[in-house]
């Protein structure tokens, strides 16, 4: 059974590990320094950072979320955008992303957030199955800077 909690320092190779599978998914990389500055805000305490909150079985994390409250110029709350959602390939299916996602609705919750989104690419059909059952898709095309 998945179980669900806040990221601790003893998490540090649990977390490097999966946040590595999560950006190679996306062929990204990021500094030696991101890791270690970016585990360092998903441990404080300032309200604008990151927040962490990992699945484990049998005691092994198996799977993360970042998330994090941001203003919002429709809204007097803060809403809540879930950046990152990784969990093993060896355990995907068996609930530990519906842990999470779940995880970060009841912090919304608890935080008085009345909304809380994400974004994904369109080709990530496995993760999509998922969040079709528990989001709603939006009709937003999402623009960067080049």
Known sequence: MTHTRPLRKSDWEAWTRLWTGYLDYYEAS??????????????????????????????????????????HAWKVENVCYLQDLYVDPNVRGTGAGRALIEAVYAAADHAGAPSVYWLTQDFNSHARHLYDRVGTLTPFIKYSRP
């Open 30 to 71: 990021v500094s030696e320094d991101v890791y270690h500055t970016t585990f360092q805000r998903l441990l404080g305490d300032d309200p604008q950072d990151f927040n962490c909150i990992v699945a484990e079985v049998n005691g092994q994390v198996i799977g993360l979320t970042h998330y994090l409250f941001h203003r």
